[in-house]
């Protein structure tokens, strides 16, 4: 929560601080046009990219795969937008970085990896060299907590029959 608390105050000073230096150096009317344009261009990736998204979120539920590629395309265009609708340069490029179909990519990588080591911690590794880059990142890693790398427990699986414990 800290971290937040000081994101909301070190990037809008940061923001401003761009502004005012391009403001001075281009002048004001020309920034403010950098700026609504950047803002027009952002709302037509928004539309295309997340017409894109939608879709290809529909087709996989339709075929009846696992949307998790398409999950996360959608919640990078949705973030990215956000991203610009706010004025500034520097959340502009993050923007700009979820929404491009080149970037995001990248950016889902990074969310991947966000995701699987907040809310997974990492337990579902496997050894280096097993997984590709494709796969997802529970099936890439180190090793060192997979669960494949521990004691083998031999036994049998006894079906009673009842639906007791």
Do not use: C, H, Y
């Not at 696992?66 to 919640?75: C, E, H, I, V, Y």
């Not at 179909?101 to 950016?107: Q, S, V």
Request: no cysteine; net charge neutral; proline share 7%.
């Amino acid at each position: 929560m800290p971290i937040l608390v000081a994101l909301l105050i070190i990037v809008p000073t940061i923001e401003i601080g761009i502004i005012v230096a391009l403001g001075k150096s281009l002048g004001l009317w020309p920034t403010l046009g950098l700026l609504l344009f950047e803002s027009a261009l952002g709302a037509w990736l928004v539309r295309r990219e997340g017409g894109r998204a939608w879709s290809a979120l529909v087709t996989a539920l339709n075929t009846g795969r696992m949307p998790s590629r398409q999950l996360a395309d959608a919640a990078l265009v949705l973030v990215g937008g956000t991203l610009l609708l706010a004025p500034g340069f520097l959340t502009d490029i993050v923007g700009f970085a979820f929404i491009l179909p080149f970037t995001r990519p990248l950016t889902r990588g990074l969310l991947e990896r966000v995701v699987a080591q907040r809310l997974l911690g990492g337990v579902f590794e496997a050894p280096a060299g097993t997984a590709g880059a494709g796969s997802p990142p529970w099936a890439r890693g180190s090793g060192a907590s997979s669960p494949a790398s521990g004691t083998v427990l031999e036994g049998e699986v006894i079906d009673r029959g009842e639906d007791r414990p």
